[in-house]
């Protein structure tokens, strides 16, 4: 019989259990064992209980994550508010805005006009020699 081996601690803690069973419906064959049986079914029990703790923090911990977001968002929604009424309270020009993280307005800058690139001219063509008229001379 092949057995894939566990890997994760609920599967380990499973195939323990499993193992624990026949051993202690076995105790009278294997009394010269029952002193190992016995601390093993200790250790089992307190694996066990760390395996419940653990799932009892990762749960409060999935719960303040959740906790952490859902705040984190209204706060963020408030501070929008705060910030935009600090805007109306100061006027938007004021430098006192940046004391609160706000950027005051300045005006607009201008673009710089640009011009649009002038065609080269072309060069005027080199003239070409003109063959002498033999009845011109």
């Known amino acids: 019989m092949s057995k894939k081996k566990e890997k994760s601690f609920k599967g380990k803690l499973g195939d323990l259990q499993r193992l624990l069973a026949p051993l202690a419906a076995n105790s009278a064959d294997l009394g010269h064992l029952e002193a190992t049986r016995t601390r093993f079914a200790d250790l089992?029990?307190?694996?066990e209980e760390?395996?419940?703790?653990?799932?009892?923090?990762?749960?409060?911990?999935?719960?303040?994550?959740?906790q952490l977001r859902t705040s984190v968002t209204e706060c963020e929604r408030l501070a929008n508010i705060l910030r935009l009424a600090v805007k109306q309270h100061y006027g938007v020009r004021s430098e006192k805005l940046a004391e609160f993280g706000l950027q005051p307005f300045r005006g607009r800058k201008t673009k710089p006009v640009i011009e649009p690139p002038k065609p080269p001219t072309p060069s005027p063509a080199p003239e070409s020699p003109v063959p002498a008229d033999p009845t011109h001379e």
């Open 50 to 66: 760390a395996a419940n703790r653990q799932g009892i923090h990762t749960a409060a911990k999935q719960e303040a994550s959740l």
């Open 44 to 47: 089992l029990a307190q694996a």
